[in-house]
């Protein structure tokens, strides 16, 4: 089966600095998304990465805060800009090979710690 | 929007039982899977499922539609079993994929 690899898988970070994850998947994908999985609690959706265009943002994400870059089928990038300690969270890229969402794949996510 | 509600929170069980999870929508759904979370946060996709009954081994789940609830059953469960199973459903008025808040499950050795 495909590989998705998503980096860093943690990082500690001072508030008010900004944290770039990358997300590299073996074979082209139809779709690229991008979770947020605050302690304790269940994913949420930030925003579906468009390939070539601006991503897709859920309500209550802004591209400002949460600038993401698709350039290719196998590639995206997540950027957690100007961060403070409740973005603390674990980001998760996940993917889907068919043309709607039928099975959905997850990278194995970044534990993100901002003091 | 949809409202996914998985039962029970938390769940402990002694290595070779068996166990039952749920998940209740609200809305009529036109895709619904099931992941398993790993106690390292990997999630594992078990089953895409909007209808009817699957088995994987020790797994099964089966989903009614027409009445807005799917189970998932592990049997002889084992210590590696342990984590957080998710239920995520798509509306058929949607297009994003909406979690349930898990079921936290500890198989005790």
């Known amino acids: 089966s495909a590989v998705i690899s998503q980096k860093p898988s943690r990082d500690i970070c001072q508030r008010g600095t900004s944290l770039t994850i990358q997300c590299q998947v073996d074979?082209?994908?139809?779709?690229m998304f991008w979770y947020r999985q605050q302690p304790g609690q269940s994913l949420t959706l930030i925003a579906t990465?468009?390939?070539?265009?601006?991503?897709?943002?859920e309500s209550g994400f802004v591209i400002d805060k949460f600038p993401i870059s698709r350039p290719n089928l196998t590639f995206s990038t997540l950027t957690v800009s100007n961060m403070s300690p409740e973005d603390s969270s674990i980001y998760l890229c996940?993917?889907?090979?068919?043309?709607?969402?039928?099975?959905?794949?997850f990278g194995s996510g970044t534990q993100l710690s901002v003091l | 929007g949809i409202q996914v509600e998985q039962s029970p929170p938390d769940l402990i069980l002694q290595e070779g039982a068996n166990s039952t999870l749920r998940c209740n929508f609200s809305d009529s759904v036109n895709n619904l899977q099931w992941f398993h979370q790993n106690p390292w946060g990997q999630l594992i996709n078990l089953f895409y499922i909007p209808s009817g009954t699957k088995q994987n081994g020790r797994l099964s789940a089966t989903t009614v539609a027409t009445e807005r609830y799917s189970l998932l059953y592990i049997s002889s469960s084992q210590t590696t079993d342990s984590g957080v199973y998710f239920c995520?459903?798509?509306?058929?008025?949607?297009?994003?994929?909406?979690f349930g808040g898990g079921t936290r499950l500890m198989v005790k050795p």
């Open positions: 996940s993917v889907t090979w068919t043309g709607g969402i039928e099975k959905l794949f």
């Open positions: 990465a468009n390939q070539g265009s601006e991503a897709t943002y």
């Open positions: 995520a459903v798509i509306y058929n008025a949607g297009n994003m994929l909406t």
């Open positions: 074979s082209q994908v139809t779709m």
